[in-house]
């Protein structure tokens, strides 16, 4: 977080030392003040958060030396077999009762966000599908992605969504009802994703 008064133009403290950038981009907390009224100008006392990379010594580096990742790329081969699995049928009801809006399906992304919060907020999930193009959040995967990298092994991710990150109903809950059938499809994908990946077809690719 910035500190209060400067802006995109001013260096981060560290910066020059390669512990942080201002490459990646920012949100500036002003732009979603509310009850902001006869202002053409407003501010706010958090001013600026700047995103950065994890820093992290993978074992194809040179030893001690550490390098810095923000994105961190799924495997090829598994994003290829993950495509093949877009037509399967999964879990659209709890009970005859409750079910989802739409039936649940199957899909790749471009990218997707993992980090220690709980996001229950519409703007801040407009905000980074807006600003980095991504579409799912989630709390878990971040550390198994830097790990594999790190350690140079091929990894995917396969989450089902069990609430909308704010942008759903009123409802302010949706992950305390869905989150069963969520773990349900999850598990019902990675069986089929595991199926796929020991058939010799994608163990000679």
């Not at 133009?9 to 981009?25: A, F, K």
């Not at 699995?85 to 997707?112: D, Y």
Request: with cysteine.
């Amino acid at each position: 977080m910035q500190r209060y008064g400067d802006g995109a133009e001013n260096e981060l403290p560290l910066e020059v030392n390669g512990d942080y950038t201002r490459d990646i981009g920012y949100l500036k907390i002003s732009e979603y003040n509310v009850n902001v009224t006869n202002c053409n100008s407003h501010n706010n006392l958090l001013n600026n958060i700047w995103y950065q990379p994890e820093e992290v010594f993978p074992v194809f580096g040179t030893p001690e030396e550490r390098q810095h990742i923000f994105w961190v790329p799924v495997d090829p081969r598994y994003y290829a077999i993950a495509k093949t699995l877009e037509g399967l049928k999964l879990e659209g009801c709890l009970n005859a009762t409750t079910c989802l809006s739409h039936p649940p399906k199957v899909t790749r992304v471009h990218r997707g966000t993992s980090a220690s919060i709980y996001l229950d907020n519409a703007a801040y999930r407009s905000f980074i599908y807006n600003k980095f193009d991504v579409s799912p959040v989630e709390m878990e995967s971040a550390a198994v992605a830097l790990i594999c990298y790190q350690q140079n092994v091929p990894y995917i991710v396969i989450r089902a969504l069990s609430d909308m990150a704010g942008g759903g109903t009123s409802e302010s809950n949706e992950a305390s009802t869905f989150i069963t059938l969520a773990a349900t499809n999850s598990v019902e994908v990675t069986v089929q994703f595991t199926k796929q990946l020991s058939t010799k077809k994608y163990q000679d690719a």
